[in-house]
């Protein structure tokens, strides 16, 4: 089969590699989608602290918002499974210490993450070997569009959950990427007041278009009462800025991972007595995003603004985007896409 592969920082191209087989409690999946995350960029750039911890290695093979189709099951899956439409969880814990014990496998020391930690390959392929307990069935309502965004939907409506705000309260969203406008939505959903910051108004139109209450540049934001801030930037500076602006007795939820460390001031924390929830996984929220899009209430897919082949990811990685996408940040990937050029 067909698989993007990163050798490198820079280094990438597109392999015939062995297909995945499934082995007891795995099936393997044929991938619809497959989303371009700033998770892999970082790998791209050489940037991912996973590669400086000695969690992850040259070469890998990326993507870990996916969908697609279940073609062969291994010994101890359900045979119901075959067939079905799915998608599924990225973190893929030990199964026997205390943490994957009580359901904590994103945190477990010794998880794999699928194309990201460990060497499990990812999405960025034709196939995808994938445990069965890591997956989650796509009702009809579903598509395969909407499918390779349940991973990053879990990750958005965790830090909504997290922010903890009643019908009414004030969210100040930092961001305009795709974590920051499902979170918006998610948001919105839940009927609380969505703002925006973003650094260029063509991306504060469109999460106008989306149903923002506000959508505002960083000179231009008002002087309101944010009951929530979260901040879903690669900007160090933002964390601080966080926890300026929001409502004592508030809460800040860090999901943006910058390249160097972010600071704030813990006295100031404690002075306003204001509660920090960082996010790392959508695991525990896949199950709750898939159901508010199921239902309607969340449409994931004008986030998407272009879908590519596998033979374009390595340009996708090193910025390039196609001349006639849409305003959403997202780029997907069809690995079933081949061009006849």
């Not at 995945?20 to 044929?30: K, S, Y």
């Not at 359900?78 to 799915?86: D, E, I, K, N, Y």
């Not at 910058?258 to 813990?266: R, V």
Request: charged share 20%; hydrophobic share 45%; glycine share 14%.
């Amino acid at each position: 089969m067909r698989a993007f592969v990163l050798n490198g920082p820079g280094d990438a191209e597109v392999h015939d590699v062995e297909p995945p087989r499934a082995d007891h409690g795995e099936v393997v999946v044929d991938v619809h989608r497959a989303g371009v995350c700033g998770t892999d960029i970082e790998f791209f750039t050489g940037a991912m602290a996973y590669l400086h911890q000695g969690h992850a290695e040259y070469p890998l093979r990326l993507g870990h918002e996916w969908s697609g189709t279940v073609t062969a099951i291994g010994e101890g899956v359900a045979p119901s499974w075959l067939g079905q439409r799915v998608t599924g969880d990225t973190m893929l814990g030990c199964g026997r210490c205390h943490r994957c014990l009580d359901g904590r496998q994103h945190v477990c020391a010794d998880r794999f993450e699928i194309g990201i930690r460990g060497g499990r390959h990812g999405a960025l392929a034709e196939q995808l070997a994938v445990p069965a307990v890591a997956l989650r069935s796509l009702p009809a309502s579903v598509d395969d569009v909407a499918g390779a965004l349940v991973e990053p939907g879990g990750n958005a409506l965790r830090a909504v959950l997290g922010a903890d705000l009643e019908p009414g309260r004030r969210l100040l969203i930092w961001g305009t990427g795709t974590i920051a406008l499902l979170a918006m939505q998610f948001a919105i959903a839940a009927k609380v007041e969505t703002h925006l910051v973003g650094l260029s108004r063509a991306s504060l139109e469109f999460a106008e278009s989306l149903g923002a209450n506000g959508a505002w540049l960083t000179s231009g934001l008002p002087d309101l009462r944010w009951d929530g801030v979260i901040d879903a930037t690669d900007d160090r500076a933002v964390p601080a800025l966080a926890l300026d602006l929001v409502e004592p007795g508030g809460r800040v939820v860090f999901i943006g991972l910058s390249g160097q460390p972010s600071t704030i001031d813990t006295r100031q924390l404690a002075f306003k007595d204001v509660t920090a929830v960082g996010i790392l996984s959508g695991s525990p929220g896949l199950t709750g995003a898939l159901e508010q899009y199921a239902a309607g209430f969340v449409d994931p897919r004008p986030l998407v603004g272009a879908t590519v082949e596998l033979d374009q990811v390595g340009d996708v990685l090193a910025g390039w985007r196609p001349a006639d996408a849409g305003p959403g940040p997202k780029i997907h990937v069809d690995p079933r896409q081949r061009s006849t050029v």
